[in-house]
């Protein structure tokens, strides 16, 4: 099997993707098993990984983008396809990436069933407890990064209400509120605890409450994410984070532009629900490298790929979640890899001409991935 890694694309809003598809480590991996892997020149570079590293793993390196794609029997991406790189795929070829097809170009899906990619969304790859375990491994990052934003953010030379995060004795410590009791939102709690901060997380599943709250000791306050709830909390909040999500479907805009104009000026809103369009109704994809927006006096952060700042760390992570089910797609090809391993299966959004049923598009053939799979279509 050809592997096709390609540099990737800065075109779309937010912080400039300096990931790679895959480590020099993972590359190794995937030689060892007798796959051929391309690498396009300075892939990793961003991500501190020089082309000689993937020499020395066995990688050849390709001098253009077209070059990988159209050589690949498999891409492996971080972000979904860029329009300048649509033409490249071959017909079935396999596609691996962070696809968020619910907010995704209608051209993008059109291609994939066109061309009848097999096209494999890393953030539905799920396990049989609902774990999304390649997911989670950016969730855990963006969640951690939370606070160095925070802090940066609050800073009065940023703008912000010029609140230390930590706190000092004799002075209330900050208000932080988190929508959203998943990995990112449990992650981002315990970082902020642990700065001395007030922190509420409100969710609607409560066995996720009971989690946090047993877990930290009942140092967290929890609440179900009700309106009353959430438009009580969010005026108070000195940082609100964003960590709601609904897997493949666009996230559900829990806060309101009238909840957003009642929280005081010079508070933050991280909306980390921005790559599936935001759970705030004031969150827009921020422009350019300033990342940042005000709207009613709140200062807004989100961008859609917050991992990409720590982009070494991400890559390593990424590689790690990723490489099982690499691997037993290089040792069994990729169709029989879906048949045999229910959480790649899950993670199916378009195969042989159809778009998975399970994903809010419409205009577009549409089938029961599972049911495809075993050739009952």
Sequence with gaps: MIVGIPKETI???????????????GVRELVDLGAQVYVESTAGAGAGFPDDEYRSSGAAIAYSREEVIRRADL????????QSEWSFFNNEATLLTFLHLAVAPKELVEMLVEK?????????????????????ASSEIAGQMAVQLAARLLESTAGGRGILLGG??????????IIGAGTLGYYAARAFLGMGCRVSVLDIDMRKLVRIDTHFGGGIVTALATRNNVEKFTAFADVLIGAALVPGQRAPVIVTKEMV???????????????????????????????LFTAHGVIHFCAPNVPAMVARTSTHALTN??????????????????????ELRRGVCALGGYVAASLPISGLPQADIEKLVRGEL
């Design 321 to 342: 979640a990723l490489l099982p089910y690499l691997k037993e797609i290089v040792q069994r090809g990729a169709l029989s890899a879906i048949r045999a391993n229910a």
């Design 168 to 177: 000092i004795p004799g002075i209330p410590p900050p208000d932080i509120v």
């Design 11 to 25: 075109s779309r809003k937010g912080v400039n993707e300096k990931r790679v598809g895959l480590s020099p480590a």
């Design 75 to 82: 891409v492996v991406k971080v972000q979904r396809p860029d």
């Design 116 to 136: 009848k990619i097999t096209a494999i969304g890393l953030e539905l790859v799920r396990k049989n407890d609902g774990a999304l375990p390649i997911l989670r």
């Design 261 to 291: 104009m009642r929280m005081r000026a010079g508070s933050l809103i991280l909306d980390f629900s921005i790559d599936q369009g935001g759970c705030v109704e004031t969150s827009t994809l921020t422009p350019g490298e300033e990342y």
